[in-house]
């Protein structure tokens, strides 16, 4: 199974300011004939089910703002908001979709400072 | 706009079998360009891919729940489900049903149902 491992496991920022959560995979999930990194990201706020904010490690998902981004590729990917809001407050998955069994990041807990 | 719901007993007892459906409204289960599943996440844990399944009925599940695991679908009641037998207290979880794209390809997954908490108690 490919691991995913974020950090950090909680993170704490003021209003306004730039957050920053990292992800990484025990393996590749490049795939090189399509030039396509088979990673998504994921917010849950509490009691709602995760919602999907990015795919293929850098597009956003329709409706989701854009100071939502994402970055990296192969086994070292951040997702990125760039202006901390209050309706950010959630837990942020990342998660492999490049083979079974699919796999999630242990979440990342983020909160106001 | 395509909505999943959950519906089963909250309760299970150890060792017997938990069952699950996801009723699908908004668009058909047999749109060849989706795949059905679900994900569980234990209370204040993480997320566990559970398994797909397609229209035609064929499935793919995590190596770790295989042998316990019976996913189908019922076309007719738009509605797939999920049999999970021999379950013990760390199968305690909120069971969330999950659409992802089939582009021919795999895909992230863009729609969840709100999730039932399923107990493992006697």
């Known amino acids: 199974d490919i691991v995913m491992t974020q950090s950090p496991d909680s993170l704490a920022v003021s209003l306004g300011e730039r957050a920053t959560i990292n992800c990484k995979s025990s393996?590749?999930?490049?795939?090189?004939?399509?030039?396509?990194?088979?990673l998504a990201w994921y917010q849950q706020k509490p009691r709602q089910p995760p919602k999907l904010l990015i795919f293929?490690?850098?597009t956003r998902e329709s409706g989701v703002p854009d100071r939502f981004s994402g970055s990296g590729s192969a086994t070292d990917f951040t997702l990125t908001i760039s202006s901390l809001q209050a309706e950010d407050v959630a837990v942020y998955y990342c998660?492999?979709?490049?083979?079974?069994?699919?796999?999630f990041g242990q979440g990342t807990k983020l909160e106001i400072k | 706009q395509l909505q999943l719901q959950e519906s089963g007993p909250g309760l299970v007892k150890p060792s017997e079998t938990l069952s699950l459906t996801c009723t699908v409204s908004?668009?058909?289960?047999?749109?060849?360009?989706?795949?059905w599943g679900w994900i569980r996440q234990p209370p204040g844990k993480g997320l566990e891919w559970i398994g797909n399944?397609?229209?035609?009925?064929?499935?793919y599940y995590n190596p770790s729940l295989r042998s316990r695991v019976t996913m189908s679908v019922d076309t007719s009641k738009n509605q797939f489900s999920l049999k999970l037998n021999s379950v013990t207290a760390a199968d305690t979880a909120v069971y969330y049903c999950?659409?992802?794209?089939?582009?021919?390809?795999?895909?992230?997954?863009?729609?969840w149902g709100q999730g039932t908490l399923v107990i493992v108690s006697s």
């Open positions: 999950v659409r992802r794209d089939y582009p021919g390809d795999n895909a992230p997954f863009g729609d």
């Open positions: 293929w490690a850098s």
């Open positions: 399944i397609y229209y035609s009925g064929s499935t």
């Open positions: 393996q590749s999930v490049f795939y090189s004939s399509n030039n396509k990194n088979y």
């Open positions: 998660q492999q979709y490049y083979t079974t069994p699919y796999t």
């Open positions: 908004g668009g058909s289960i047999s749109t060849t360009t989706y795949y």
